[in-house]
């Protein structure tokens, strides 16, 4: 049973569905657009338990593009510290002060003028037109596109497949309907067409799914293959001068833009205390003694692992790099989960750093 000669039926079982087994979420019960902005966002390469709470949060703080707009960047990437892809809220800071500035603080609602904004793309376009203005824009996050690769029996690289499933998502939109269509493809991806051990026989849309149909639905949409992941050894000085520790701001843009961190050196090959004392004092301006290491802290982010052997060190003299915190205000500044991680342990014992 071809599913192009059957999009009305497929319609019809899909929404059936969702009315009975949609998930209950938070963005689902707004019709706002500047909440559901914040959700997809956040939803990029993020899982729906982990998204929750830092909407909440979020919209706590900055309830509308205006606060936002106006907000400090230091204060925002507090707010989303440990959801990850920092880059992601600097877009949403960007993105606030062009819509405050060029839209009248309004979220567009075309594709044209969503595109043009730091941080959306053509899926999260098409979700914000179809959950927040019901317009008939079509979606490929990951959920959707199994789901169609699937019910397609649609294999290729992404570079072939892209356009096609493109086509389909949005020939399939029933008219008037695209908000609870496009998010019963997202539920249907995420509860039953599952990347692994699919669970065929609860699918609405079993009998016109041509991956059940082939025996192997896995095998739907073709797997990249996967890359190796570097392993990164680094070397992490947590200095000290009387209660205060010397901490630096990473540059705006790049991994990690934005956020606070104890001064950090890769460390290709063994590296001696020497060694240490010498790069802080030629980059951070000031001479220390190295005494005991405090710990080795791990953390994988997505193109690498991380391995971060972390030394107390005690401060000789006074520099003018970097900014000087008091152990009690160290949870004010926003940090990676590694440098989050030094952070909590020195709260926890500060009498190993007295």
């Known amino acids: 049973m071809d599913p192009i000669l059957q999009k009305g039926k497929i319609h019809t079982q899909l929404l059936r569905w969702f009315k009975k087994n949609g998930r209950?979420?938070?963005?689902?019960?707004?019709r706002d657009p500047y909440a559901i902005w914040v959700s997809e966002i956040m939803l990029q390469q993020t899982q729906v338990d982990t998204v929750i709470p830092y909407y909440q949060k979020f919209l706590k703080s900055f309830p509308t593009v205006h606060p936002l707009a106006k907000a400090n960047l230091s204060k925002i990437l507090k707010v989303w510290e440990g959801l990850g892809?920092?880059?992601?809220?600097?877009?949403?800071?960007?993105?606030?002060?062009i819509i405050v500035n060029h839209f009248q603080g309004k979220i567009p609602n075309n594709l044209r003028d969503l595109l043009s904004l730091p941080g959306i793309g053509r899926s999260t376009a098409g979700a914000i037109l179809s959950f927040a203005y019901n317009r008939?824009?079509?979606i490929l996050d990951g959920n959707v596109k199994r789901v169609?690769?699937?019910?397609?029996?649609?294999?290729?690289?992404?570079?072939?497949?892209?356009?096609?499933?493109?086509?389909?998502s949005e020939f399939l939109i029933p008219k008037g309907r695209s908000n609870p269509f496009n998010q019963a493809l997202m539920d249907l991806g995420s509860m039953r067409c599952t990347p692994k051990d699919p669970q065929c026989p609860h699918c609405p849309l079993q009998n016109f799914c041509k991956g059940k149909a082939s025996g192997d639905p896995e095998r739907y949409p073709t797997k990249e293959p996967k890359k190796r992941i570097p392993h990164v050894n680094a070397i992490s000085a947590v200095i000290q001068r009387d209660d205060?520790?010397?901490?630096n701001r990473r540059p705006p843009k790049g991994?990690?833009?934005?956020?606070?961190?104890?001064?950090?050196?890769?460390?290709?090959g063994r590296k001696n205390r020497r060694w240490l004392t010498n790069r802080i004092r030629n980059e951070m301006g000031v001479s220390v003694n190295v005494k005991e290491l405090i710990g080795t802290f791990h953390q994988t982010f997505s193109h690498f692992k991380l391995t971060?052997?972390?030394?107390?060190?005690?401060?000789?003299?006074?520099?003018?790099?970097?900014?000087?915190?008091?152990?009690?205000?160290?949870?004010?500044?926003?940090?990676?989960?590694?440098?989050?991680?030094?952070?909590?342990?020195?709260?926890?014992?500060?009498?190993?750093?007295?």
């Open 24 to 30: 209950d979420l938070p963005w689902r019960k707004t």
């Open 85 to 97: 892809y920092y880059s992601r809220a600097r877009n949403l800071h960007r993105a606030s002060k």
């Open 136 to 138: 008939e824009a079509p």
């Open 148 to 168: 169609l690769s699937r019910l397609f029996a649609i294999s290729g690289s992404k570079a072939k497949t892209e356009r096609l499933l493109w086509g389909i």
């Open 244 to 247: 205060k520790f010397l901490l």
């Open 255 to 268: 991994l990690l833009g934005g956020l606070w961190e104890f001064p950090n050196w890769k460390s290709e």
């Open 308 to 354: 971060l052997q972390t030394y107390h060190c005690q401060a000789i003299n006074r520099n003018e790099k970097g900014r000087w915190i008091p152990i009690k205000n160290l949870h004010l500044f926003p940090m990676s989960r590694i440098h989050r991680r030094i952070a909590q342990t020195l709260s926890k014992n500060p009498g190993k750093t007295a």
